[in-house]
């Protein structure tokens, strides 16, 4: 399923469900508002006949039973007090209450002429403690019984609405206990009400589909709305996935989420851009640096076709020459493919003793060039990185050093704040060369005429850099070049008490 496809479909069920929860709350709401709107018609049908009974009091000033006025409250559901073994008579002009003669031994129920479901009057029964049913004279429909109204009759007190069913007809019906003398039953029919739910039961039905199919609509519009940027989006990027020319860039409008990812996007096009220029440079770098050792073994392999015609002494200049390119040829290769490396880790990585590195090359510096005087200040650092990485920068500081320090001179390295410094007496750097000195193949004119490929420095800033350092060249105050490199933030470890002096290796 496509992304517009569940955006359409999540947003339509969303409203959907939004619909349908409206229409299930007014339906609930409708329907709780005529049910109560019948409970007070029951209420008010069944509270005359209470106060007749005197199981509840009349309203304040009213004429209480036998003429007497009432002093409790007047509407249903107040405690009602029935007295006596019998009920009062009803005052005048109220028709008939409870009489004791004529109705299951004794308990009789009279009070007017019953009417039909529709009428004023509703359902009127009571139930007898015993479970006996008294019907209002005339009326020939009995309100069923259940056992929760035989158990409140028994009772005498307490009142719920409920249910019933007679026949088709659906009845709402008041139980009220009047204490000894059982439960009053009064009953409405719910005829209009089922009609007026039913009617609304089926505009809320037909409100509810339209909405679903209103909501799917709108849900895919806006799907499709939202990600149509999106839709154009992912056609440039297809685009420029299928082109080798990686100038092209995605056109940038505004400054939301979109947006960002499409500067996201070019700035990752930026780098995979410099990266390829990067490795194009280095090869074609590579085979001009290439094409000289090559040439020069090619020339020398074609002499040695005639070494028999040559004296012993160019046969033997021809071979330490032929050496000397392959020496060279071997160093060009190993440095191109250590720059080939980039940045990425390719070997464990761990806690590393700089300042042993540092020693231990300073030591092998001075015993390859004696006549050169190697100074170490040096402190304990401890980085996190390779150390063979680290080592063949360090060299490579060295070593360059040792090339251009003239006989006689002191090369001094030190190794503080996680910083490796070596200074040589040399002639320096040009100033029009110092800002390319990391640089790949850059050689200054002075270098053209000696052993080298031009990478050296560069595999250092190259290390620098993949462990989260820098490298920097400059001219030493007093002349000579000067060349500070950190391999990332050190470790803190536990400090010598004193560090180790400057002196001669």
């Known amino acids: 399923m496509s992304l517009r496809a569940r955006m359409g479909l999540a947003s339509g069920v969303a409203v959907a469900l939004a619909v349908i929860a409206v ?26 006949i209470l106060e007749n009974a005197g199981v509840l009091p009349r309203p304040a000033g009213g004429p209480g039973p036998g003429g007497q006025g009432g002093g409790g409250q007047g509407a249903l559901g107040g405690q009602g007090n029935v007295g006596g073994s019998r009920f009062p008579a009803p005052a005048q002009g109220q028709g008939s209450v409870f009489s004791s003669s004529d109705c299951d031994g004794g308990l009789g129920l009279d009070v007017g002429r019953g009417g039909g479901f529709g009428g004023a009057q509703g359902l009127r029964q009571l139930v007898s403690s015993a479970g006996g049913v008294c019907v209002v004279a005339g009326q020939t429909t009995k309100i069923p019984v259940d056992s929760t109204a035989k158990a409140l009759a028994a009772k005498g007190s307490g009142q719920y609405f409920t249910t019933a069913q007679v026949g088709s ?23 209009d009400v089922d009609k007026a739910l039913r009617s609304q039961l089926l505009l809320m039905i ?4 339209a909405g679903i199919a209103l909501a799917a ?13 999106i839709a154009r989006f992912t056609q440039r990027t297809e685009s420029i996935a ?10 940038v409008e505004g400054d939301d989420e979109l947006a960002r990812l499409a500067n996201t996007f070019n700035t990752t096009l ?25 040439a020069t073994l090619r020339a020398n392999l074609q002499l040695m076709r005639d070494e028999d015609r040559l004296a012993p002494e160019d046969r033997e200049a021809l071979r330490e020459d032929m050496i000397e390119e392959l020496d060279e040829l071997t160093g060009l290769v190993g440095d191109v493919v250590e720059l080939a490396r980039g940045s990425k ?22 015993r390859r060039a004696p006549q050169l005087t190697v100074l170490t200040s040096i402190e304990p650092t401890l980085v996190r990185g390779e150390p063979d990485r680290i080592a063949r920068a360090v060299a490579n500081l060295l070593d360059n050093a040792r090339k251009w320090s003239p006989s006689g001179e002191t090369i001094e390295v030190g190794l503080h704040g996680g910083t490796v410094t070596v200074r040589d007496h040399g002639p320096g750097f040009h100033d029009e060369d110092l800002p390319f ?17 031009g990478l050296g420095l560069a595999i250092v800033r190259q290390a620098a850099e993949a462990h989260g350092g820098s490298a920097e060249a400059a001219n030493a105050p007093g002349g000579g070049a000067l060349l500070n490199v950190s391999f990332g933030r050190p470790i803190e470890i536990e400090q010598q008490a004193s560090e180790t002096p400057i002196s001669a290796v």
């Open 23 to 48: 229409a299930v709350s007014a339906y609930a709401g409708t329907r709780s508002e005529l049910t109560a709107q019948v409970d007070n018609s029951l209420r008010n049908l069944a509270t005359p």
């Open 169 to 191: 007809t659906h009845l709402r019906v008041l139980v009220y206990g009047v204490g000894s003398h059982g439960a009053l039953m009064v009953a409405l029919p719910l005829t």
């Open 206 to 209: 037909v409100i509810a589909l």
């Open 217 to 229: 609509l709108l849900g895919i519009l806006v799907a499709r709305t939202a990600l149509a940027p």
């Open 242 to 251: 299928t082109t080798p020319d990686l100038s092209q860039r995605l056109e």
């Open 270 to 294: 930026d780098a995979l851009q410099r990266s390829v220029d990067a490795q194009r440079n280095l090869v074609a770098d590579a085979s001009h640096e290439l094409r000289t050792p090559i």
């Open 345 to 366: 880790p390719s070997g464990a990585v761990g806690d590393v003793r700089l300042d042993a590195i540092v020693k231990d090359l300073a030591d092998r510096t001075q």
């Open 437 to 453: 000195v990391f640089d790949r193949f850059h050689r200054a004119k002075d270098a053209r005429s000696k052993p080298g490929s």
